[in-house]
């Protein structure tokens, strides 16, 4: 068979190691024994009523999912104070993303992002044979007049993602804001909040109320795998002018969000305690990490995410260490931080683990 050559120079994604995984190559029977910090999850987990939800889902389970998603569209449209032709719902956020490359990219249509990016969005580049202009960051954050002076007349997207992962930084919300209105018209802005619910407030923009206003190439992706902890789930969305949905669900494939996961999704926006907990634990952990990392003096990149990124040296060879006490880590050598690890806020108890196991290294 033959295969689209340039298929092949696609990077592979990769993401954290699994917990079973590494349960087997240490030899462990119990994967609770194991502190997972390698890809961001939220450690209490999903709210009691969205598992309550899917168990009550399990048994429909041989019937196919509503394919509009009406009713947590029309509860996230509550919520945001938007329309539901306002939102498109993704098997994460991430084939979001991939939407956009269908619909925008291509060999001479390009995408703007940092350097140091998440980096799907370089992958859906490659994926698409598009031009990735990547702009260097300033102080790990992303520097927005030099992205804006990168386009070119055929760039067609500008993504940033704030917070930023890996570094966990954050740009002035009124200063994005501001530069939102600089961007071409022939540019779609693709603003990336993954982390939105677990910032802290004063760093929050409030780009929604662009979109309410009818601005036309402004599109924002939230996700539930982070502060809802319903990443097993696969469930994101994105909210932008009904003109722009609608031509990007001429690229999704029907029944792309599981019956699970809308179910899952709607009891977990019903339940504000435990999202403020979810915010709480991690504000609490950010505060107690930074403070032990000044403290320790180890170098680090303050984070208004739900990890830090770590200067220890060695990532992958730290890396190795830590995973012999039990904690799997991120090297950011894929990111070409060859020196940074990225550590994944827990429980106070998880926190206080890997901070001894740092100071043993």
């Known amino acids: 068979m033959k295969t689209n ?15 079973e995984e590494v349960a087997r ?14 890809s961001n999850e939220n450690e209490l987990g999903p709210s009691p009523k969205a598992i309550e939800a899917m168990q009550q889902t399990a048994s429909q389970m041989h019937r196919y999912p509503d394919g509009a998603c009406f009713y947590l569209k029309k509860k996230l449209a509550e919520k945001a104070g938007i329309n539901p032709e ?4 993704g098997n994460g956020s991430n084939e979001i993303i991939e939407f956009l490359g269908h619909a925008f990219l291509g060999p001479n249509q390009s995408m703007v992002v940092s350097e140091t990016a998440f980096v799907v969005y370089r992958l859906v580049c490659a994926l698409f044979q598009a031009p990735c202009i990547q702009v260097p960051m300033q102080d790990f954050t992303h520097d927005l007049d030099a992205m ?11 993504a940033v993602c704030n917070p930023n992962n890996p570094t966990g930084t954050s740009v002035d919300p009124q200063k994005l804001t501001d530069w939102v209105a600089t961007i071409p018209e022939h540019v779609l802005i693709a603003i990336d909040e993954a982390y939105f619910e677990l910032m802290p407030y004063d760093a929050r923009p409030d780009l929604l109320a662009l979109i309410r206003g009818g601005k036309k190439n402004l599109m924002i992706l939230r996700t539930f795998s982070k502060a ?10 994105a909210i932008a002018h009904p003109d722009l949905i609608t031509t990007l669900n001429h690229a999704r494939q029907p029944f ?15 339940d504000e305690d435990h999202l403020q907990r979810s915010y709480d634990t991690n504000t609490a952990g950010l505060t107690y990490f930074h403070a032990f990392l000044d403290q320790a003096g180890i170098p680090y990149v303050p984070s208004t995410a739900n990890f830090v ?3 220890t040296g060695d990532a992958r060879q730290d890396c190795q260490k830590l995973l012999q006490h039990k904690i799997i880590a991120r090297p950011m050598t894929g990111y070409g931080l060859p020196e940074w690890i990225r550590l994944t806020i827990g429980t106070q108890e998880q926190n206080e683990k890997m901070r001894d196991t740092l100071l043993s290294l």
């Open 25 to 38: 190559e240490l030899g462990l029977s119990d994967v609770t024994a194991l502190i997972k910090t390698a």
């Open 148 to 158: 804006r002076a990168a386009i070119t007349p055929d760039t067609r997207i500008i």
């Open 228 to 237: 809802y902890g319903l990443a097993g789930l696969r469930l994101g969305y």
């Open 86 to 89: 306002n939102i498109l719902l």
């Open 256 to 270: 792309n969000v599981n019956a699970m996961a809308q179910a899952a999704a709607l009891a977990a926006l019903d």
């Open 309 to 311: 990124l770590i200067k």
């Open 5 to 19: 050559p340039w298929i092949q120079n696609v990077p592979l994604y990769e993401p954290g190691r699994p917990l």
